[in-house]
């Protein structure tokens, strides 16, 4: 009976050693083994066997985000062995922050972080995620410190990537990389946002205003061109029709010179063969001219007769031989 007792006793005592010395670690996780109270190692996922009570997990603190329901979530930090070596992403509360033009300004910063060396991350800080977000509220207050409300508002990006540089660089001594930073909420006093709203409405009735008269400015300018374009056609058209008619007329009088030219040609031929004075004939042809328009009176009452009808009459007595012959 006490034999057995005995071996129960120490069946017992194996599982526990067996227990405690065998340490199975999550895949993302590790923990930091210390010997007799000094660092030893740091354990690798898996299955791992370390000496029961001489060898001991180091307890760290770590931030756990408790949800209360719908979107009220609360932080709070507590003790585990367990180092996560994901990427964390920290939401801190809202918190006041004076811009340089004296404007307090609530802002609410997300900070994605990775520890990259667990045994720094134990032993070169006490409590990194407490510690983690006091630097990162005193970091944001200095940065936009530095800024106007304006720039704050405008200047997300450029705050993003100075905070990232200052945490980083910050953190590097506790194993910690910091990836990014985000700047969730901005939010400035109601009087600000009013003042804004009022600002940004009259910005928006100004460029309505500027556009307005850019369109009615182009519209003048187009119709003005319309007029000075129609205005051209117009005066290239009569400068054409112009030129056209002139153009006419010195053809009609060229064709006029031309005909008068071909008829006193064969007058002349004529005169020539007829062997009759040229002087003779045009003074007849000239008197015909003027008795012509002498007789053509409107009453057609009056009739003109030359002094010299006798002259007359031998010049027409010459051109009728001339035909005749």
């Known amino acids: 009976m006490d034999t057995l007792v005995l071996l129960a006793i120490i069946v017992l005592i194996a599982v526990i050693l067996v227990i405690a010395g065998v340490k199975v670690v999550p895949q993302s996780e590790?923990?930091?083994?210390?010997?007799?109270g000094r660092f030893h190692s740091v354990l690798p996922p898996g299955l791992n066997i370390i000496w029961p009570f001489i060898d001991k997990p180091k307890m760290i603190y770590t931030r756990r985000v408790d949800n209360l329901g719908g979107r009220r979530t609360i932080a709070s930090i507590v003790s585990t062995s367990s180092?996560?070596?994901?990427?964390?992403?920290?939401?801190?509360?809202?918190?006041?922050?004076?811009?340089?033009?004296?404007?307090?300004?609530?802002?609410?910063?997300?900070?994605?972080?990775?520890?990259?060396?667990?045994?720094?991350?134990?032993?070169e800080i006490d409590n990194l995620p407490n510690a983690i977000e006091k630097l990162t509220q005193t970091s944001l207050r200095n940065v936009i410190g530095?800024?106007?409300?304006?720039?704050?508002?405008?200047?997300?990006d450029t705050i993003n990537s100075k905070l990232q540089s200052i945490l980083d660089e910050a953190t590097n001594k506790w194993g910690v990389k910091v990836n990014r930073v985000e700047l969730q909420d901005i939010t400035p006093?109601?009087?600000?946002?009013?003042?804004?709203?009022?600002?940004?409405?009259?910005?928006?009735?100004?460029?309505?205003?500027?556009?307005?008269?850019?369109?009615?400015?182009?519209?003048?300018i187009l119709r003005s061109e319309g007029e000075k374009q129609s205005q051209i056609n117009q005066a290239e058209a009569e400068k054409q029709a112009q030129i056209l008619k002139a153009e006419g007329e010195s053809r009609a009088k060229v064709l006029q010179a031309e005909a008068e030219a071909e008829a006193i040609r064969r007058v002349t031929e004529a005169i020539k063969e007829s062997k009759t004075d040229p002087a003779t004939y045009m003074l007849a042809m000239k008197y015909i001219e003027t008795l012509n328009e002498m007789t053509s009176g409107k009453d057609g009452?009056?009739?003109y007769i030359p002094y010299e009808a006798t002259g007359v009459l031998s010049s027409i007595g010459s051109i009728k031989e001339m035909f005749n012959k």
């Open 30 to 36: 590790t923990r930091v083994i210390e010997r007799l």
């Open 83 to 123: 180092i996560d070596l994901r990427e964390q992403v920290y939401d801190f509360p809202s918190q006041q922050v004076i811009t340089k033009d004296n404007v307090t300004t609530e802002i609410n910063a997300l900070l994605y972080f990775q520890i990259v060396d667990p045994k720094k991350s134990v032993y």
């Open 146 to 156: 530095e800024l106007e409300l304006d720039e704050t508002l405008t200047s997300r």
């Open 189 to 220: 006093p109601e009087s600000v946002r009013e003042a804004m709203e009022k600002q940004m409405q009259a910005e928006r009735n100004r460029r309505a205003e500027i556009l307005n008269a850019e369109g009615e400015k182009k519209s003048l």
């Open 301 to 303: 009452k009056t009739v």
